[in-house]
C-alpha cells in the first residue's frame, strides 16, 4: 500500500491506497476525526466522495506533512506514454525468454545456432530444427515473428513520441549508442522536460 495525504485550510485528509479497496481518515483543525472509511480504488470513487478522503496518515499529515515523503503524479499525457514503453519492453523479454528456450531445446538435441539478430531469428533457425522437435519449435518461431513485427512497431510509434513531444532527446542521442528508445524511456521515467535554452542551440 502507499500513503498519500493532502491537507486543506481547515481539514487534513489520510488515504491507505490499496490494489482494490483505499481506506480513509478525515480530520478537523483541532484533530478530531470527522469522518472514516473505504471506498473502491477507482477514479470514479475518488469522484463521487467530495469530502476527499486510515487516521495514522491524516495525524502524521497534519503535524509534518513531509514525514510522509509527498510524491508528485506524472501528468496523465507522460504516463500514457510511459505504458507505450513498458508495453515494448513487456514484448522484449517475452521474445528473449522464447529465443533462448528455441536455443536451449536445439542444443539438447545437438544443434547449436549461429549467432543472428533477432530478426532474422526465426529465418535462420527454421532451416535448423531437426524433423523431430519440428512440432514443438515452429510455432513458437512464429510466435517470435509476431512479437518482432509488434516490438518494430512500438518502436515506430516511441520515435515518433520522441520528435514530436519530447524533442529534448535529441539532446541525449548526441551520446554515442543512445537511440530513440533508451532516450525517451530515460525522459519519461525521470519525468525530465524540455530546456529551452538547449533545445534552442540545436
Not at 491537507?7 to 483505499?22: E, H, Q, R, W
Not at 481518515?25 to 473505504?38: I, K, S
Request: proline residues 5%.
Amino acid at each position: 500500500m502507499t500513503p498519500v495525504a493532502t491537507t486543506a485550510t481547515t481539514l487534513t485528509i489520510g488515504i491507505d491506497l490499496g490494489d482494490f479497496f483505499s481506506h480513509f481518515c478525515v480530520l478537523d483543525a483541532a484533530g478530531w476525526v470527522l469522518e472514516e472509511g473505504r471506498l473502491r480504488t477507482a477514479p470514479a470513487a475518488f469522484e463521487q466522495d467530495r469530502s476527499l478522503r486510515a487516521e495514522k496518515l491524516a495525524r502524521v499529515a497534519r503535524m509534518d506533512p513531509r514525514l510522509l515523503s509527498p510524491i508528485q503524479h506524472r501528468e496523465e499525457t507522460v504516463r500514457a506514454d510511459l505504458a507505450v514503453l513498458r508495453a515494448r519492453n513487456c514484448l522484449v523479454a517475452m521474445r528473449t525468454q522464447l529465443v533462448n528456450h528455441v536455443r536451449g531445446a536445439l542444443k539438447s538435441f545437438g544443434a547449436r545456432l549461429s549467432r543472428c539478430s533477432k530478426r532474422s531469428f526465426s529465418h535462420k533457425t527454421a532451416e535448423q530444427i531437426p524433423e523431430a522437435l519440428r512440432a514443438a519449435m515452429m510455432p513458437l518461431l512464429k510466435l517470435i515473428d509476431l512479437l518482432t513485427v509488434r516490438i518494430a512497431r512500438y518502436e515506430s510509434s516511441m520515435q515518433q513520441l520522441a520528435e514530436e513531444r519530447y524533442p529534448v532527446t535529441e539532446l541525449l542521442r548526441k551520446v554515442n549508442g543512445v537511440g530513440p528508445v533508451t532516450s525517451l524511456a530515460f525522459v519519461l521515467i525521470a519525468d525530465a522536460r524540455p530546456l529551452p535554452s538547449a533545445l534552442g542551440n540545436r
